[in-house]
């Protein structure tokens, strides 16, 4: 770990900045949200269709239709469930 560290230290600020921008790129991505009477294959769809605009995918966020955060869903959840089933039989609701 420490032989990582040095060698950091030796690049170049412009390299070191660039690493960080592309890690930055990689790890903020935009949200995928669905309403809750979607069927979990269609939600499977949505996320397939997204794949280019989306880098990372853990979870989904349930909107009900003025775009208020209802509850979200994990993507292993997502994936296990039967294809009929609905969002909203899968989703953990928001409590506030």
Do not use: C, W
């Not at 060698?7 to 903020?28: C, G, S, Y």
């Not at 979200?72 to 969002?87: C, S």
């Amino acid at each position: 770990m420490a032989n990582i560290r040095r060698k950091v230290r030796t690049l170049p600020k412009r390299v070191v900045d660039q690493m960080a921008k592309n890690a930055e790129k990689n790890i903020h991505s935009r949200p995928v949200s669905l309403k809750e009477d979607v069927t979990v294959q269609e939600a499977l769809d949505r996320v397939r269709n997204s794949g280019k605009k989306v880098k990372i995918v853990y979870a989904l966020f349930i909107t009900d239709d003025g775009g208020k955060l209802k509850g979200y869903l994990t993507l292993k959840d997502l994936i296990a469930a039967a294809p009929e089933m609905t969002v909203h039989d899968l989703m953990d609701e928001m409590r506030v």
